[in-house]
């Protein structure tokens, strides 16, 4: 259920005031950011909400509407935060929004957090309990380079796919198709002419 | 910008009843304290590279004992407790496996209004950053026990991933057994080396296992090149070793400074970097590159 901050004003309890750059509504397609419209302002987070200023006012992501806090920021995204605001700390806040175009149902909307790194670290370990998020961490993003190392030294059998990179089946079959989709291997594992030249690259 | 005040919360009904246990000025308070740590690890990570020949050490090591006496164990565990994590132990340990405890962990007080739940993320990703980026160890962690949660203690799972633990474990002895040659050591060494390789699944039996044969016909097309430095614990130590040989303080103390200062020296050479590495490559890249789309090909193609 969507609510917001306001219904809930006389519990609401201050928990930090931060300064940073933050974007309340960003366009993203998979690692790409397209939206530019940083805003610098400030961040209450409470118990209850997460309060950006705004031009004048105020607006809110109501804490209980978070889906996930801190998930991975792909680097084209960090990159771009550092081209455009100075900073590659960057914080993936995705919520839920009532939706626009069918009443009471609700739209996934993803926010970014930046500014600099042990107060972008401290939001995330704060937030990431409050909203229900495990303690657990695992660098997903080089999962696909290393399985392109393996595959083109020629191991190919899942089973020590899966022990080598230490994933579970799901993972390495994401990272399989991730590769797939991006015309580096084909179907049985062998590098297409892209993931060789990627491979040279690389090394 | 307009200023937009007070947001409403602090202006209409401030200061009702706490939700639970913690009240608003424990939740500032404990907000700024864990704001302080990542601030300590945000500076002290970056110059805690530790080389390959003492991480090899730690991953050779087969029993909790052995591992406790590693130069890189007791440095792990100082460095964590002076950066605020608490006294974290190694209690359990698999090849590639490790369960780290904290009794009394300071990490659960940042979350005063918070229970019956795992909280102590700072701690999962103070772990995972160590043996990322100190270590060059990919890997995952999972905190499995919490004080928050109803348990005697705090309890993180380290997974690390084969691949990459390989890649730092073996020297070029173990590579010359892996490939069916005798290395130029003693008998007590190779036995050593052969059980090391046998608990990590590369041999079987004293020949290549499926496991191995996979791992070298990876290693042999991926050379990887192993840099030698000093590791983050040497200044301590010789200060230490200073300090245990003069017998006045004024000697100790001319010694010290001497060894500090070349350090310091060594440090104008090579400079440390004061962000982690990830983060100044992609300074690098944004620098480098003219506009966004070319840097976004860029991107693409380092992918």
Redo the contacts between chains.
């Keep these: 259920m969507i609510t917001t ?2 219904s809930h ?8 005031k931060v300064d940073l750059t933050y974007i309340y509504k960003a366009v993203m397609m998979g ?2 950011l397209y939206s530019d419209n940083w805003e ?3 961040l ?6 997460l ?1 950006f ?6 607006i809110t992501i109501p804490l209980k509407n978070i889906s996930m806090v801190g998930r991975e920021v792909a ?2 995204i ?3 935060a ?2 455009t605001i100075g900073t ?2 960057v914080l993936i806040i995705d919520y839920l929004q009532p939706s626009s175009v069918v009443e009471g149902a609700a739209a996934s909307a993803t926010a970014l957090l930046a500014g ?4 972008i ?2 939001l ?3 937030l ?3 909203c ?8 997903l993003s ?1 999962i ?3 399985l392109l ?2 595959l ?4 190919n ?1 899942p089973q ?1 796919l899966i ?4 994933v579970d089946n799901d993972t390495l079959a994401n990272s399989f198709k991730s590769l797939r989709e ?1 015309n580096m291997c084909d179907t049985s594992g062998a590098l297409t002419e892209e993931g060789q030249k ?1 491979i040279m ?3 | ?4 005040g007070l ?4 202006t ?2 401030a200061g ?5 246990d913690g ?2 000025g424990q ?2 308070g ?3 304290a ?2 302080k740590l ?2 300590n ?2 500076d002290r990570f970056p110059k805690a590279k530790v080389p390959w020949n003492e991480t090899r050490d730690f991953l050779k090591a087969s029993t909790i004992e052995m591992i406790r006496a590693t130069p890189l164990y007791r440095f792990h565990m100082d460095f964590f407790q002076e950066i605020g994590l608490g006294n974290m132990q190694l209690i359990s340990y698999a090849p ?1 496996h490790y369960i780290y405890a904290v009794p009394n962990n300071p990490v659960c007080n ?2 005063p ?2 229970n019956n ?9 103070a ?2 950053r160590f043996f ?1 980026e100190d270590l060059e160890l ?6 499995i026990e ?1 004080i928050k949660n109803g348990n005697e203690i705090c309890k993180f799972k380290v ?5 990459s633990a390989y890649q730092i474990m073996l020297d070029e002895h173990d590579k010359m057994i892996l490939s069916g040659f005798k290395p130029p050591i003693d008998e007590n060494e190779l036995k050593d080396k052969v059980r090391a390789l046998t608990v990590y699944k590369l041999l079987e039996n004293g020949r290549l296992s ?2 191995g044969s ?2 070298m ?2 290693a ?3 050379k990887v090149e192993e840099k030698i430095f000093d590791p983050p614990w040497k200044l301590k130590e010789e200060l230490s070793s200073i300090a245990d040989k003069h017998s006045t303080f004024g000697g100790a103390f001319g010694a010290m400074t001497k060894t500090v200062l070349e350090q310091q020296k060594d440090e104008t050479a090579a400079p440390q970097p004061v ?2 590495e990830e ?1 100044q490559k ?2 690098e ?2 620098k480098k ?1 003219d506009s ?1 789309a070319e ?2 090909a860029k ?5």
């Design positions: 901050g306001f004003m006389a519990q609401e309890q201050g928990i930090a690692n790409s610098k302002g400030v209450y987070l409470t118990n209850l909400n309060w200023s705004e031009g004048g006012g105020w680097d084209p960090r990159v771009k550092q081209r590659s700390h600099n790194e042990a107060m670290n401290t995330k370990a704060y990431q309990p409050m229900g998020t495990p303690p657990k961490k695992q660098s080089d696909d380079k290393k190392y393996m083109s030294t020629g191991v059998d020590k022990f080598f990179i230490g991006q990627q690259e690389m090394m | 910008m307009t200023d937009p947001p409403p919360f602090m209409a009904s009702g009843p706490p939700v639970s009240s608003f939740s500032m404990a907000f700024g864990l704001l990542q601030q690890i945000s590639m940042f979350y209004a918070l739940q795992k909280v102590c993320v700072a701690t999962t990703d772990l995972h990322r990919e890997c995952s962690v999972e905190e919490c997974d690390l991933q084969p691949i499926e496991i996979a791992y016909q990876f042999s097309n991926m962000v982690s983060t992609l300074q890249e944004a590159t966004f840097l976004l991107m693409k193609k380092d992918q």
